[in-house]
């Protein structure tokens, strides 16, 4: 079978854009990919891990940088097929973050996974850490679910200055 020039540069071209399309999704590893695989949860459930009991709203000062309280913020981000986003929830104690709640609402079935993993994996990465401290780039593999996150978390520390 003999193919065309046009149709061999198509070809080559649609290969290209596929390699780097998946390239860009997978630029580092990180040692939460290479551990065991484990069941996460749906991304449209949040979870939520808490150090200390929350607060419904803010509740005061406590002497820091930020006020005690927990603050809510969406972020958004963008995968090669859609705009994500995501709704974080963080509680303060003397800046320091006591619970945090992510929920995810995919668009694409491949974000539902991403988003799952990065709910699953995000309070072991923030809980008992400075609100100034955190700096999340991959969180169990999910990279791009930061980029939210991130959006997010600056929203909630501009609304948790003292």
Same mark, same amino acid.
């Not at 290209?16 to 590893?29: F, K, Q, S």
């Not at 749906?42 to 979870?47: F, Y």
């Not at 005690?68 to 958004?76: K, L, P, Q, R």
């Not at 990279?143 to 930061?146: G, N, Y």
């Given at each position: 079978?003999?193919?065309?020039?046009?149709?061999?540069?198509?070809?080559?071209?649609?290969g290209? #854009?596929?390699?780097?399309?998946? =390239?860009?999704? @997978? %630029?580092? &590893?990180s +040692?939460?990919?290479?551990?065991?695989? !484990? *069941? #996460?949860?749906?991304?449209?459930? =949040?979870?939520? @891990? %808490?150090? &200390?009991? +929350?607060?419904?709203?803010?509740?005061? !000062? *406590?002497?820091?940088?930020?006020?005690?309280?927990?603050?809510?913020?969406?972020?958004?981000?963008?995968?090669?097929?859609?705009?994500?986003?995501?709704?974080?929830?963080?509680?303060?104690s003397?800046?320091?973050?006591?619970?945090?709640?992510?929920?995810?609402?995919?668009?694409?079935?491949?974000?539902?996974?991403?988003?799952?993993?990065?709910?699953?994996?995000?309070?072991?990465?923030?809980?008992?850490?400075?609100?100034?401290?955190?700096?999340?780039?991959?969180?169990?593999?999910s990279?791009?679910?930061?980029k939210?996150?991130?959006?997010?978390?600056?929203?909630?520390?501009?609304?948790?200055?003292?």
């Open positions: 079978m003999t193919l065309s020039p046009a149709a061999r540069r198509g070809s080559a071209l649609a290209i #854009a596929g390699t780097l399309l998946l =390239a860009g999704c @997978a %630029t580092e &590893a +040692s939460a990919e290479t551990s065991a695989e !484990t *069941s #996460a949860p749906s991304s449209t459930t =949040a979870a939520t @891990a %808490t150090a &200390a009991p +929350s607060t419904a709203a803010t509740s005061g !000062t *406590s002497g820091g940088a930020y006020k005690d309280g927990t603050y809510t913020a969406d972020g958004s981000y963008q995968t090669p097929e859609t705009v994500e986003r995501i709704s974080v929830s963080i509680t303060l003397q800046d320091t973050v006591t619970a945090v709640e992510v929920t995810g609402d995919p668009q694409a079935s491949e974000t539902e996974h991403y988003q799952a993993q990065f709910i699953s994996g995000i309070a072991a990465q923030v809980v008992g850490k400075k609100l100034d401290d955190i700096s999340v780039s991959r969180v169990s593999g990279s791009l679910t930061s939210g996150f991130t959006q997010a978390l600056d929203t909630i520390r501009s609304e948790a200055k003292g």
